[in-house]
């Protein structure tokens, strides 16, 4: 449950580092079938497992919960894994990206429930984590269109610290060591409670921002729209003067002409009557 999906984290199918721990087929897949994917379903996997070892012989045997507890332990390192090859090798799959979060999820709600149904835990304590998590979840969506809201330092501590607290609770512990898990789910929660909160701050910042850009955008846009409509309007104008100065010029050369043509006509007509009157005479 650290915040950044594991297996999100690939499917490119870039090759591997030479010297990589995994060889180039056992990482090289741009499919669903790479190695981050797979230990996202055996976390998936052990979830229901998880449960039945808890609640086997009536959940109060020392035994089948030391085996319970080895489940959950499996599960909390192949979510380190899994995170650790995906930004790794690049195998970012669009199932990683879902059933990564589930996969926490899950395993750490089954645990706090079925804690709380054996009543080894006050399901005020369930519910508070619970509904972090849920609510973390959904505003992740909330402000996914305008950014990632990223894992921090103290999402990680959170994680390590609620993992570590609900493994104690799930052995039999007696005495002081059951005292101490009681403190380090206290941890826990107020680590979920302030880590919380503090998504829910880069949140707010992150969507104000967001939509800020978005108007800042959406002014820019309008603004070149409307000085690429004053420059067209202004074509026309200068067109329609340009095709009215042509109009005019065209009919001045026709007037010059019809001058012309006219004084013509008006020689013509002298000289004829200078023939005639010389004619007379």
Do not use: C
């Amino acid at each position: 449950m650290t915040g950044v999906p594991a297996s999100a984290a690939g499917g490119s199918g870039a090759k591997p580092v030479r010297g990589g721990k995994l060889g180039t087929a056992a990482v090289n897949q741009a499919s669903l079938w790479n190695i981050a994917n797979i230990l996202t379903m055996v976390r998936l996997l052990l979830v229901p497992g998880f449960v039945l070892l808890l609640f086997h012989n009536g959940g109060y045997d020392p035994a089948w919960r030391s085996f319970a507890w080895a489940a959950f332990a499996i599960a909390m390192i192949t979510d380190l894994f899994d995170g650790h090859l995906a930004r790794t090798y690049n195998l970012v799959t669009d199932f990683g990206k879902i059933a990564d979060p589930i996969a926490d999820k899950a395993i750490m709600g089954a645990a706090l429930i079925s804690l709380s149904i054996l009543g080894d835990l006050p399901w005020w304590i369930t519910g508070v984590i619970i509904a972090r998590e849920l609510g973390i979840t959904l505003m992740r969506f909330w402000v996914i269109r305008h950014a990632v809201i990223p894992a921090s330092r103290g999402g990680k501590l959170k994680t390590l610290a609620q993992g570590t607290a609900v493994g104690m609770y799930v052995l039999a512990l007696t005495g002081p060591l059951a005292t101490l898990r009681f403190w380090v789910m206290m941890v826990a929660v107020v680590l979920t409670v302030v880590t919380g909160l503090d998504y829910v701050r880069q949140a707010v910042v992150l969507r104000r921002k967001g939509l800020a850009a978005e108007r800042a955008a959406a002014a820019e846009r309008a603004a070149e729209a409307t000085e690429e409509a004053l420059r067209a309007a202004a074509g026309t104008t200068i067109g329609a003067g340009a095709a009215s100065g042509a109009v005019a010029g065209a009919t001045d050369v026709r007037g010059g002409v019809t001058d012309v043509r006219g004084a013509g006509a008006d020689v013509r007509g002298t000289a004829e009557a200078r023939d005639a009157a010389e004619a007379e005479r």
